[in-house]
């Protein structure tokens, strides 16, 4: 059983602060990652993948990827009160076009 | 922007009931698929179509369910004899090359099913 684990949080960040957001994954053979964002009652939307070991940045997000720790995470830094969402972890294993998706970390930025 | 649009926003059905639910990819989009949201649960990938056939199904994707590309422009999903379980927000997606390309999958608004 292919399993992505996250911290269903909330994390609460003060605005302007760095939100750090973790996921484990199980499966060794994963080979490609995704950070989706999830407002309430919508649908999710991608904001980064990475695909080898170490940072990829775009913006004011960081995705960091461990794979010898079974291990992504997600920066965000300036953390505004629109960044306020669900984020979604999914991990694709290599020849499979089958996502796993954790539970999502509830990320609130106060202001 | 384009974008993926799904209808009805919410549908109504009495269990046992077949419903269809509809979505229109983007245009030039080849790759298609159709997650399912039980409320406060993951995301679960269902199925992927490709090329007017279906490439990848998950466990949950049984003989209850089917797709269909009936024309150009709109993908189904069908749920055959519907169950309270099927209760969810079903989302489809699409994109334009493989996953194996990395190409992202663009997600729309989703269908709310609830299963009286």
Excluded at chain 2, 25 to 38: C, E, K, T
Excluded at chain 2, 50 to 60: R, T, V
Aim: proline share 5%; charged share 20%; with cysteine.
């Amino acid at each position: 059983q292919k399993e992505v684990e996250q911290n269903s949080g909330p994390l609460s960040v003060p605005e302007g602060a760095i939100a750090s957001l973790n996921c484990t994954y199980s499966d060794r053979g994963s080979q490609s990652f995704f950070w989706y964002r999830q407002y309430s009652g919508k649908s999710p939307e991608l904001i980064m993948s990475i695909y080898s070991n170490g940072d990829k940045e775009d913006g004011r997000f960081t995705a960091q990827l461990n794979k010898a720790s079974q291990y992504v995470s997600l920066l965000i830094r300036d953390s505004q009160p629109s960044d306020s969402a669900t984020y979604l972890c999914a991990v694709r294993a290599g020849g499979s076009y089958i996502p796993t998706f954790g539970r999502g970390t509830s990320l609130i930025v106060h202001p | 922007e384009p974008e993926v649009t799904q209808t009805p926003s919410h549908q109504v059905t009495q269990m046992g009931q077949e419903v269809i639910l509809r979505c229109v990819p983007i245009s030039n989009h080849l790759y298609f698929y159709w997650y399912r949201q039980i409320l406060g649960q993951k995301v679960e990938f269902l199925v992927s179509f490709y090329n007017n056939e279906i490439s990848e199904k998950s466990e949950i994707f049984d003989d209850q369910f089917s797709v269909e590309r009936p024309d150009g422009s709109n993908f189904t999903l069908k749920i055959r004899s519907t169950k309270l379980e099927d209760s969810a927000m079903y989302f489809c997606a699409s994109s334009l090359g493989s996953p194996y390309s990395n190409q992202p999958q663009h997600f729309g608004d989703g269908t709310r099913l609830s299963i009286l």
